[in-house]
């Protein structure tokens, strides 16, 4: 298992799920629903966060259906009526073979070394003909679109900082450039995927992302408090546009 660096916040709501939600939940949900998910469905939420697709899909597949979530920390998730929470590590942990229509990650097999063999495991839990979806960035298209000079270096230094840190950790920057690819690798048919880079303004929810984990690491960027609280206010500030890390997300069927 790699390091996963973005723990909990200890905040409420927490800064990074709060900023995810508003960012990607509505591109989310219209994917899926493209899917025909629907009334019955048995879906598996992996890694789940703050919970808001998990909760978005029992929404979705009550009455009959059921959604498992698993995060390797489940404090923000909640149990519900068809809903199972399970604290589980994908990267170590078993999964049932063939047993759900949805499997879906969003922003999880990006930290996991063994991310493709982990895409494996997912695409066994599918029931034949069910779909994966996965959701992930390719880091690397994030760069300045308006800010001063010496802003833009700073930020420029928080973005490089904050990957190094990642890769350091074992994510693989540039995977969502790549999920397409690895569904086909693993089999799957009927694959498609999309990739969009965005503007981010500063207190968008994507500097919000970007500020709410930078937050997280905040001891271990080379940065002084001085350059770290401009930083923040940078990514408050409406004056700053950057391009966003690339949203990629593709699926297949099993
Ligand atoms: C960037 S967050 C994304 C959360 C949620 N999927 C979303 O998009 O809003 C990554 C999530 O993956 C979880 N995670 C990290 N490593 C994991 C692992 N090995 N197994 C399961 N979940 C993991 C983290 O705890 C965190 O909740």
Redesign the pocket.
């Known amino acids: ?1 790699g390091t ?1 660096l ?1 723990g909990d916040s200890g905040e409420s709501p927490d800064p ?2 709060d900023a ?2 508003s960012l ?1 939940d509505a591109g989310t949900f219209a994917r899926v629903e493209q899917l025909g998910v629907s009334d019955g469905w048995r879906c598996l939420e ?5 919970g ?2 998990a909760n978005w899909l029992a929404d979705v597949v009550a009455p009959a259906g059921h959604v498992t979530v ?4 489940v404090t923000r998730l909640e149990e519900r009526d068809n809903v199972t929470v399970l604290e ?4 170590s942990g078993i999964l049932p073979g063939n047993a759900f229509d949805l499997v879906h ?4 097999l990006f ?2 070394p063994a991310r493709d063999l982990v895409l494996r495991k997912l695409r066994d839990a599918l029931r034949p003909g069910g779909w994966l979806v996965l959701e992930e960035f390719d880091c690397l298209p994030l760069e300045v679109l308006s800010a001063a000079p010496d802003d833009a270096k700073l930020i420029m230094r928080v973005k490089n900082a904050l990957l190094t840190l990642l890769d350091q950790g074992g994510a693989e920057l540039a995977w969502g450039a790549r999920i397409e690819r690895a569904l086909r690798d693993a089999g799957l048919h009927d694959v498609s995927g999309s990739r969009e880079v965005q503007e981010w303004e500063g207190g968008s929810a994507g500097c919000r992302l970007l500020a709410a984990t930078a937050r997280l690491v905040r001891a271990k960027l080379p940065l002084t408090d001085e350059e770290f609280d401009h930083y923040l206010e940078l990514m408050a500030a409406p004056e700053t546009v950057v391009s966003s890390y690339a949203i990629c997300s593709a699926q297949g069927r099993r």
């Not at 992996?46 to 703050?50: A, L, N």
């Not at 698993?70 to 920390?73: G, H, N």
């Not at 589980?88 to 990267?91: E, P, R």
């Not at 990650?105 to 999880?108: F, K």
């Open positions: 298992m996963y973005f990074k799920f995810l939600s990607l992996v890694g789940g966060g703050g808001s697709v698993t995060d390797i920390d589980h590590d994908v990267a990650a969003r922003l999880v930290y996991l």
